[in-house]
């Protein structure tokens, strides 16, 4: 099993950055796809980015394509997610979220295929 904590949440005006960091503890973390989904008050939650445990395979939603990157240092056992120019519409609980696999190249997009969250980070964007 794999525990996973947020942090880098908070308060930002519309245009700004923040860099959000899911850092995990247990098994391997490198066998270990990642990823960053959020869920806004009174919405489902969302698809935000995946990365493959190697690294080398990573997806965005379209919403954020161009503003957000994931990325994760496995030396760390460290997932991240940069967001450049923030909108309202990010406002959003973003959590991180783990899915053990043995190929180095798959990432998950969709919420019911993770196995382990964390318990996620407020991210709020005014306008």
């Known amino acids: 099993q794999v525990q996973l904590v947020e942090s880098g949440g908070g308060l930002v005006q519309a245009g700004g950055s923040l860099r959000l960091s899911c850092a995990t503890s247990g098994r391997t973390f490198s066998r270990y796809a990642m990823g960053w989904l959020r869920q806004a008050p009174g919405k489902e939650r969302e698809f935000v980015a995946a990365i493959s445990w190697s690294g080398t395979s990573i997806y965005y939603a379209d919403s954020v394509k161009g503003r957000f990157t994931i990325s994760r240092d496995n030396a760390k056992n460290t997932v991240y997610l940069i967001m450049n120019s923030l909108k309202p519409e990010d406002t959003a609980v973003y959590s991180c979220?783990?899915?053990?696999?043995?190929?180095?190249?798959?990432?998950?997009?969709?919420?019911?295929?993770?196995?382990?969250w964390g318990q996620g980070t407020q991210v709020t964007v005014s306008s």
């Open positions: 979220a783990a899915h053990e696999t043995q190929n180095p190249y798959y990432y998950y997009t969709g919420t019911y295929e993770y196995d382990y």
